[in-house]
């Protein structure tokens, strides 16, 4: 029942991604649409991590930029063709992500978070100083798209298909994981790690592969950004970048994987729009944030989800027995 | 100079470094121990006592003495305005919640003090003149002595107040057991506001002694706040002791690696050192990890 409601939920998102290209022609907003559509993809996995195991990551943006530097430096500098470059990303986020959280997630408390950020901070000054690998702080140009067959993904349209279609299956892969054996020690590992524990569940395990598998699918945003735009530099992968992307997991709702996807369409614009008061945009980008928080702690997503169950409630109430 | 006045003359500034992480840490531990969160906010509460000790000199020409305690206790009391419109109202208590409140205070915070001071560097003059002196075959500034005799005054004077203080010992009781100490009369959420302006008299304190050897800028916070968190964490989260020896040991190991390693990759280092130690002691150094009672 549940599972159907979220396949159906799933398909109708599907579609509504797919027939807006229709709407949306303005290329501008397509290229916005596309940079949801990556931060969503992060966000999903992110959020599987921080709602469903309860561990904050802050150094996210690093495997963004791994995925992307990789990527980047494998095609443009070595001549790869782009898709065994990509593979190669993920595979070598995913074991420096192991390597990263393993230790740090045998441990309860606020360790990940400081081993993360540390990462973060690392390979931010790396990309800047490695000059000869990585371009510097004037960044790597150059980089080819992605293709298959003959069909080249240099228009944001066609690349909005590709990166909308990784992004939905993340989702499903990711609805899918939560409904699974693996999901359901998740959420007893969220509830009480140490009840979680004592019913067999190998807490230390479950939260270092759901790490990975989120440092895995960032590193597969950075590469399909890296492609898409064709020049990646070392500011889109600071600390601040990884803060937003948690801020969009709690703004849309934590261990709410629709909620994830909210978060990322109502944040990733937010700048840009609030671009129009110029020096006091970060004061109301925070102002909004901890009004958000401290208000509406469920996220957007949550609180629509107890919204839509407290009318249905109403309605089973309202009827004549 | 000879090897030996190189590695005294690395120790000397990576202490005085490492004292200024040591306030911070100090900073980070005092609010984790009183609610169990991570405050970012101290990252700009070391900005902030550097811009208000500037505008004192600066342009209201009050004196060295003066500014000090005036600058340091205006920063105290952002930080408890900051838990007492942000946190305590908050209607969530889950801990994440209240992380990503700070961050976003601090967000508002950093975008004020770009408002209030501008985005351009300032330089705020040492205590007491810029004349180096000779120290055991080192030049220090008389800003480093003046950093590592108030380091020590200000952690001996805490420990005091822990200790011997009938508010610092109700603070302590809050943090261990915050039902039993309200049962006692002690009221919680006063404890954790005083917690937060205790961090922000810290946080100032280490932005007043140490922005005039580096300079002043609105985001000066951030790398020296970030190293001080690395600071409380290597030494074990929570663990006052843990994060005074975290803080110098991470600006002493910092100041040799940049002296006989690489100074491009300065500020790496410290994070290098942190990333090691986790993967080794994910605890800390004197951290005990996962002892926890049900």
């Avoid at chain 1, 993920?90 to 074991?95: I, L, M, Q």
Wanted: charged share 10%; with cysteine; aromatic share 10%.
């Amino acid at each position: 029942m549940e599972r159907n409601r979220q396949l159906l939920i799933l398909l109708a998102t599907a579609l509504g991604v797919g027939i807006l290209p229709v709407v949306v022609r303005n290329p501008f907003y397509l290229n916005v649409l596309n940079i949801v559509g990556l931060n969503g993809l992060m966000v999903v996995g992110l959020n599987l991590l921080i709602g469903y195991a309860g561990q904050i990551s802050l150094g996210h943006a690093a495997f963004y930029g791994l995925g992307a530097y990789t990527s980047g430096i494998l095609t443009a500098s070595y001549g790869w063709s782009p898709w065994p470059a990509m593979g190669m990303a993920v595979g070598a986020s995913s074991v420096v992500a192991y390597l990263v959280g393993v230790p740090t997630l045998r441990l309860r408390g606020h360790y990940l978070v400081m081993a993360t950020l540390g990462f973060n901070v690392i390979l931010n000054i790396v990309m800047v100083r490695w000059e000869s690998m990585t371009g510097g702080p004037s960044g790597l140009a150059s980089i080819p798209p992605l293709s298959i067959g003959e069909v080249r993904f240099d228009t944001d349209l066609k690349n909005y298909y590709l990166i909308w279609f990784f992004t939905m299956l993340s989702v499903a892969a990711c609805v899918n994981l939560v409904d699974s054996r693996v999901g359901r020690a998740l959420r007893a590992i969220h509830g009480s790690e140490l009840a979680a524990n004592t019913l067999g569940v190998n807490t230390a395990r479950y939260k270092s592969v759901v790490f990975v598998l989120s440092a895995a699918m960032a590193s597969l945003a950075g590469s399909l950004y890296a492609h898409y735009i064709g020049f990646i530099s070392p500011r889109s992968f600071d600390i601040f970048f990884s803060i937003e992307l948690v801020t969009m997991v709690i703004v849309g709702g934590m261990g709410n994987l629709w909620g994830a996807l909210f978060g990322a369409a109502f944040l990733t614009p937010l700048p840009q729009v609030l671009h129009f008061f110029e020096e006091y945009k970060d004061i109301l980008y925070g102002g909004i944030l901890v009004v958000m928080l401290m208000f509406l702690p469920k996220g957007i997503g949550g609180s629509l989800g107890s919204w839509y169950h407290a009318r249905r409630f109403r309605k089973i109430l309202a009827q004549p027995r | 100079m000879s090897f030996q006045e190189q590695i005294s003359q690395f120790l000397l500034s990576g202490l005085t470094t490492g004292s200024i992480y040591a306030l911070v840490a100090l900073g980070f531990c005092i609010i984790h121990n009183a609610t169990g969160i991570v405050n970012f906010t101290q990252v700009d509460f070391i900005t902030l006592g550097g811009m208000v000790m500037y505008s004192l000199l600066r342009l209201l020409g009050v004196g060295q003495l003066a500014a000090f305690p005036l600058a340091v206790g205006a920063v105290a009391m952002v930080g408890a305005l900051v838990q007492r419109f942000t946190i305590q109202p908050s209607r969530s208590k889950e801990v994440i919640h209240l992380i990503f409140i700070t961050i976003g205070v601090s967000i508002v915070l950093r975008g004020g003090i770009k408002q209030i001071w501008g985005k351009s560097s300032m330089a705020l003059p040492h205590i007491s003149g810029e004349e180096p002196l000779r120290l055991l075959g080192a030049t220090v500034l008389p800003q480093s002595l003046w950093v590592l005799g108030i380091t020590l005054l200000v952690v001996v004077g805490l420990h005091l107040f822990f200790t011997r203080t009938l508010t610092g010992k109700a603070m302590r009781a809050t943090a261990s057991n915050p039902l039993a100490s309200n049962l006692m009369g002690v009221e919680a959420n006063r404890m954790v506001m005083l917690s937060f302006a205790l961090s922000g008299t810290l946080g100032a304190v280490a932005g007043v002694l140490i922005t005039p050897i580096t300079t002043l800028a609105y985001d000066v916070g951030i790398i020296i706040g970030l190293k001080g968190f690395a600071g409380a964490i290597l030494g074990g989260y929570g663990n006052f002791f843990g994060a005074v020896l975290g803080g110098l040991l991470l600006g002493v190991l910092e100041a040799l690696g940049a002296g006989l390693v690489s100074s491009a990759y300065k500020d790496v280092i410290a994070f290098v050192i942190l990333l090691m130690v986790l993967f080794v002691r994910p605890a800390g150094i004197l951290g005990r990890g996962e002892a926890r009672r049900v």
